[in-house]
C-alpha cells in the first residue's frame, strides 16, 4: 500500500476490506504512553472504523495456555473481548484455558449476583459433543480493588485481555482509562488491549 501516512493508509485498506478488527504489534520496551494514547497508534485508533486490537506479547503466541478476561460488566464489547480470548486459544498449538472475571460490589443483592453470573454463563459455550471449545471458568467475587485483583490473577495466566472504551467528548477523542494504563505498565504477563471505535455521546 502506498499511502503519504501510515494511520490514514490502514484506516483505509480496513474499510476498503471491510475489516471487524485491526492488530497491532506492540513491543514489549515501547513507552505505555506511546503506543497506547500517542503517535502512531493513537491516531489509528482514532480513525480505523472497526475495535484495534493492541498486542503487547512476551512469548510464544503459540505458548500461551492461559487467559485471563476480566470483564466490567457483560455488554456486548465485553462478549467481544471474550470471543477474542476464545478465537486467540483457538488459533495455539497448545490446549488452552480461559478465565472469565468480574468484581462486583460486595453489596449487590443474591438476586442480581445469580442474574449476572447467568447471563456470563449464556457466553460460555458446551464443553460436551467433542466441540473442542477451550475450558472455561468464571470468577464472580464480591470486593473492591479491581486492578489489584487483576494483577493478583495475572501471575497464574498468560495473557491478560483488557478492554479499553474510547469516546468523543465535544469532538475531542478521550483514550483509555488511567485504571487501563496502570494495569499495563504493571502487568509482567503478556497482554492484549481491545480499543472500541470512537463514538460521540447520545444526545
Known sequence: RVDSDVPDGIARVALEQGADLVVLSVAPSARLGRWLFGDPVDAICRQVHCPVVMARLRQD???LQ????PVKDPTAGALEQFQL?????SSGALPGSITLFHLHDPLLPAGEQQALRRQLESWIPSQGGGSG?????LELVGGYGVSAEILRRSRHHDLVILRSQRRMVEGLPIPASDR???????LR???LVVSDPLHAPPG
Open 61 to 63: 503466541p503459540a505458548e
Open 66 to 69: 492461559r487467559v485471563l478476561v
Open 85 to 89: 480470548a476464545e478465537r486467540f486459544i
Open 133 to 137: 471449545a477451550a475450558p472455561v471458568e
Open 180 to 186: 487501563a494504563s496502570s494495569l499495563l505498565r504493571r
Open 189 to 191: 504477563c503478556s497482554s
